[in-house]
């Protein structure tokens, strides 16, 4: 199973601040790899797929570099909605998907 | 407007059974692959299983494999969760999700309002 870890597990940023958030994985994961955003009490959403490319009606401040273990979703100039944990998850060996614990961005 | 809204969810004792449904709208349901992801309370997302588009191939987590089995009715544009055996490690709010399109995708692009399960004597 491919184990994805994420840090830092808490991040406090300042509202707009940038967030910096990393994803590793245990093996190449090539550029399998999306980002998703939850909030207390309600579903995931899907931010970013393919490593780098946004999702339908996802904000220019979101975006993902990275490929093979190493993954970076960046949130530029971090406004009071996107404060909630991020969770990535690769999909190389589909249909078995692994999360990250998540990251929490949290108000500074 | 893509909808998948779960229902079923429900206090159950250790080794019952409970089964899911996902209601889908919006969307051409026979042609995506569909999974169930689960989040225990306070914890983070973890697949469950997967089923392709015409439900001929299933896919399940070692942790509920045996135990559970997921299906679908492209008919009623319904997937869902047959839960057996239940233990108290199971207990999670579940979601249903869309495969997102294409040849190589694997990432979730539309999920459910998620459904509780408690399992507790």
């Known amino acids: 199973e491919i184990v994805m870890t994420q840090s830092p597990v808490t991040l406090s940023v300042s509202p707009g601040e940038r967030a910096t958030l990393s994803c590793r994985a245990s093996q190449s994961v090539s550029s399998n790899l999306a980002w998703y955003q939850q909030k207390p009490g309600q579903a995931p959403r899907l931010l970013i797929y393919?490593?780098?490319t946004r999702a339908t009606g996802i904000p220019a401040r979101f975006s993902g570099s990275g490929s093979g273990t190493e993954f970076t979703l960046t949130i530029t100039s971090l406004q009071s909605e996107d404060f909630a944990v991020y969770y990535c998850q690769q999909y190389n060996n589909w249909p078995s998907l692994t999360f990250g614990g998540g990251t929490k961005v949290e108000i500074k | 407007e893509v909808q998948l809204v779960e229902s079923g969810g429900d206090l159950v004792q250790p080794g019952g059974s409970l089964r899911l449904s996902c209601a889908a709208s919006g969307f051409t349901f026979s042609t995506y692959a569909m999974h169930w992801v689960r989040q225990a309370p306070g914890k983070g997302l973890e697949y469950v299983s997967a089923?392709?588009?015409?439900?001929?191939?299933?896919y399940h987590a070692d942790s509920v494999k045996g135990r559970f089995t997921i299906s679908r009715d492209n008919s009623k544009n319904t997937l869902y969760l047959q839960m057996g055996s239940l233990r108290a490690e199971d207990m999670a709010v579940y979601y249903c999700?869309?495969?997102?399109?294409?040849?190589?995708?694997?990432?979730?692009?539309?999920w459910g309002q998620g459904t509780l399960v408690t399992v507790s004597s």
């Open positions: 393919g490593a780098s």
């Open positions: 089923i392709s588009s015409n439900g001929g191939s299933t």
């Open positions: 999700a869309r495969r997102g399109p294409g040849y190589g995708s694997g990432w979730l692009d539309y």
